[in-house]
Antibody, heavy 121, light 110 residues
Framework: QVTLRESGPALVKPTQTLTLTCTFS??????????VTWIRQSPGKALEWLAR???????HYSTSLRTRLSISKDTSKNQVVLTMTNVDPVDTATYYC?????????????WGQGTLVTVSS | EIVVTQSPGTLSLSPGERATLSCRAS???????SAWYQQKPGQAPRLLIY???SRATGIPDRFSGSGSGTDFTLTISRLEPEDSAVYYC???????????FGQGTKLEIK
C-alpha cells in the first residue's frame, strides 16, 4: 500500500524559508522511473505544480517558482524535502506531495492528505 | 508557458446522463499528454485518467479519456450522485518535464 504524508509548519512569516517534508511508504525512490512531486492549492483555487525529483536525482521545477524552490531526497529515510525561500502571503496554500509511478510519468497516482501552510506576520 | 483552459466552468446534469469535460492547452507540443483528477471537498485529488487514455487503478469504465495535441476530453457516462466533484485536467509535456493544471470544472449532479 502506497502512502505519503506531508509535514511542516502550519504558520510561517513573510520572507522566511518554508521547509516541507514528504514521508512515504509502499514504494522506493531508488526504483528506475519513480518520482515524487509537490503540488499546492491556494484556498478555493486550482492546483499548481511545483517541483519533481526523480529516482536518479534529476530535479524539475515550475518555471514561475524555480528561483525560490529546492527539492531533495533522502532515500534511506524515504523522504523528499521541498524548500521555498522568501515566502509571501500569496504562498498560503495546502501543499501536497504525490507519487509519479515508474510506469508513466504523466500523472500523480497517489497523493498525501496535504498540509495547510499559512503565511502571515 | 503553457496555459490550460477547462470548459465548462460548471456543469449540472442528472443521474444517468453523460458528462463531457474539455481541456485545451495554449500550445501544441510534441509528446504531450493529459491526466484527469477528481477532487471532493476536503480531500486530496484522485487520479482518474493518465497518459490521456488510461484509467487509473480502481476507476470504473464509466470514465474515459481522449484527445491529442492541444485538446483533451474526459467523458463520464451514466452519471451517479457520487460523481459530484471538481474535475481537474493536467497537461504534461516531456521536454523538459512540466505539468500544468486547468482551473477545474465543477460537476453537479441534480
Amino acid at each position: 500500500q502506497v502512502t505519503l504524508r506531508e509535514s511542516g509548519p502550519a504558520l510561517v512569516k513573510p520572507t522566511q524559508t518554508l521547509t516541507l517534508t514528504c514521508t512515504f511508504s509502499g514504494f522506493s525512490l531508488t526504483t528506475s522511473g519513480m518520482c515524487v512531486t509537490w503540488i499546492r492549492q491556494s484556498p478555493g483555487k486550482a492546483l499548481e505544480w511545483l517541483a519533481r525529483i526523480d529516482w536518479d536525482d534529476d530535479k524539475h521545477y515550475s518555471t514561475s517558482l524555480r528561483t525560490r524552490l529546492s527539492i531533495s531526497k533522502d532515500t534511506s529515510k524515504n523522504q523528499v524535502v521541498l524548500t521555498m525561500t522568501n515566502v509571501d502571503p500569496v504562498d498560503t496554500a495546502t501543499y501536497y506531495c504525490a507519487r509519479i509511478p515508474y510506469y508513466d510519468s504523466s500523472a500523480f497516482d497517489s497523493w498525501g492528505q496535504g498540509t495547510l501552510v499559512t503565511v502571515s506576520s | 508557458e503553457i496555459v490550460v483552459t477547462q470548459s465548462p466552468g460548471t456543469l449540472s446534469l442528472s443521474p444517468g446522463e453523460r458528462a463531457t469535460l474539455s481541456c485545451r492547452a495554449s500550445q501544441s507540443v510534441t509528446y504531450s499528454y493529459s491526466a484527469w483528477y477528481q477532487q471532493k471537498p476536503g480531500q486530496a485529488p484522485r487520479l482518474l485518467i493518465y497518459g490521456t487514455f488510461s484509467r487509473a487503478t480502481g476507476i470504473p469504465d464509466r470514465f474515459s479519456g481522449s484527445g491529442s495535441g492541444t485538446d483533451f476530453t474526459l467523458t463520464i457516462s451514466r452519471l451517479e450522485p457520487e460523481d459530484s466533484a471538481v474535475y481537474y485536467c493536467q497537461w504534461y509535456g516531456t521536454s523538459p518535464p512540466k505539468y500544468t493544471f486547468g482551473q477545474g470544472t465543477k460537476l453537479e449532479i441534480k
